[in-house]
């Protein structure tokens, strides 16, 4: 159970500083450039969030599988390879 707390403590760590930072940049920068257009498409920052959960299920779902197959290994063959 504890490997599987770090593996999923350094991947929460990547992806929030990762994604959070970036997304909010961009998300901004886009908004400003767009910002002289009279006519705004209202879906257009739900893609982002859109992006961001598929991206955040798509870490899950690797950290996840990661961590179990980390977990269920015995450790006397982990320190044999």
């Known amino acids: ?5 770090l593996i999923a403590g350094e991947i929460a760590a990547v992806v929030v500083l ?3 930072g970036r997304d909010t940049t961009r998300a ?10 009279t ?4 879906i257009a920052f739900w893609t982002w969030c859109f992006a961001l959960l ?7 779902f690797a950290a996840v599988r ?3 197959i980390a977990m269920m290994l015995r ?3 982990a320190l044999r390879t």
């Open 18 to 20: 990762g994604r959070g």
């Open 75 to 77: 450790p006397a063959i």
């Open 1 to 5: 159970m504890d490997i599987g707390k």
């Open 66 to 68: 990661h961590a179990w």
């Open 28 to 37: 901004l920068a886009i908004a400003r450039y767009l910002a002289g257009y």
């Open 54 to 60: 598929a991206a955040l299920a798509t870490t899950a």
């Open 39 to 42: 006519e705004h498409t209202p």
